[in-house]
């Protein structure tokens, strides 16, 4: 099973942007679908993006035409640029193959 770490979180103000990295070891993100979640506490995990085999996204209606997903096959990474943040965008991130999650990287957006 490979193992997914997150990167890139951080504090950023309302409307500003934030690339989010996972990188995956001992498996590779070219041959998986892809996706990215968050959590906020007490709530349940909610998946902002994913990402197909063949490159296909699906994003949800929160963060349509704001969060862009992309995978670097040689790079094994999946990314998730964010923009026009929102406070309502704070949150744990996590990346996922649909086995493996990484451990989360916080994103905190200020108004």
């Known amino acids: 099973q490979g193992q997914l770490v997150e990167s890139g979180g951080g504090l950023v103000q309302l409307g500003g942007s934030l690339r989010l990295s996972c990188a995956a070891s001992g498996s590779s993100v070219s041959i998986y679908a892809m996706g990215w979640s968050r959590q906020v506490p007490g709530k349940q995990r909610e998946v902002v993006a994913t990402i197909t085999r063949r490159g296909s996204t699906n994003y949800a209606d929160s963060v349509k035409g704001r969060f862009t997903i992309s995978r670097d096959n040689a790079k094994n990474t999946v990314y998730l640029q964010m923009n026009s943040l929102k406070p309502e965008d704070t949150a744990v991130y996590y990346c996922?193959?649909?086995?493996?999650w990484g451990q989360g990287t916080q994103v905190t957006v200020s108004s």
């Open positions: 996922s193959d649909g086995v493996a």
